[in-house]
């Protein structure tokens, strides 16, 4: 299995990105989200996690393996949860990562179906299949971008931003508002050594606000 392709981009089309990796040219399919992202890239080098599916039907003995590439390794996690989905497959799951995962991730958790419905080749009777399956799997992906900052930021390891998340569901608070209050102490740029500290800083917030609106 190929799960990484590191080269030189040289074309990019609305469906695929064409890597020079050494003697090959490898071309793989992408989803929009991600060809916005790769479209101002061309002859500099990139990384591409990358998974494999055969494209035709089994009946025929047409089977053709296509690669499928993403930016990073959540993207990928994401369009495989995609494809569990009764009616999806990889081609549809492809067209419907049209937005950032996190995004599609919130909608899903948050039962958005008019959202989900919206998306290329989704319609209403498959954004009910995908709420009902991947509802419960989502708060990783939704905290995605909280992730990707902290980890950029370097300020907080990004398995206590995790487990603080997890805390604070525990507690009660909704998941949407888990990460609400998480980005709030993250946007003061202090550094956090556990979950306790994180926790501290959250309810020592919400207090201060409380008292100053009182």
């Not at 064409?18 to 990384?47: D, H, K, M």
């Not at 799951?93 to 080749?121: K, T």
């Not at 998340?165 to 740029?189: C, M, N, P, W, Y």
């Amino acid at each position: 299995m190929i799960t990484r392709i590191c080269g030189v981009l040289v074309q990019i089309t609305e469906e695929t990105a064409t890597l020079e990796a050494g003697s090959f040219w490898w071309e793989v399919l992408i989803p929009e989200y991600t060809r916005r992202q790769l479209q101002s890239r061309i002859n500099q080098e990139v990384v591409l996690h990358t998974t494999l599916y055969l494209e035709g039907a089994v009946n025929t003995g047409r089977l053709t393996p296509r690669l499928v590439g993403f930016i990073n390794e959540i993207e990928r996690e994401f369009f495989d949860l995609l494809c569990t989905v009764d009616g999806m497959g990889a081609k549809k799951a492809l067209r419907a990562m049209s937005h950032p995962v996190n995004e599609i991730a919130n909608a899903i958790e948050q039962q958005d179906h008019r959202f989900l419905a919206s998306l290329p080749g989704v319609g209403p009777a498959t954004a009910e299949r995908i709420v009902a399956k991947l509802r419960r799997k989502m708060p990783k992906f939704a905290l995605w971008v909280t992730q990707q900052k902290v980890a950029e930021e370097a300020l907080v390891e990004p398995d206590t931003v995790t487990q603080t998340f997890q805390t604070l569901v525990a507690l009660g608070h909704s998941e949407a508002e888990a990460r609400r209050l998480i980005d709030a102490v993250l946007a003061r740029k202090k550094k956090f050594a556990s979950v306790d500290e994180m926790l501290h800083a959250i309810y020592e917030r919400q207090t201060q606000q409380g008292a100053s609106q009182s």
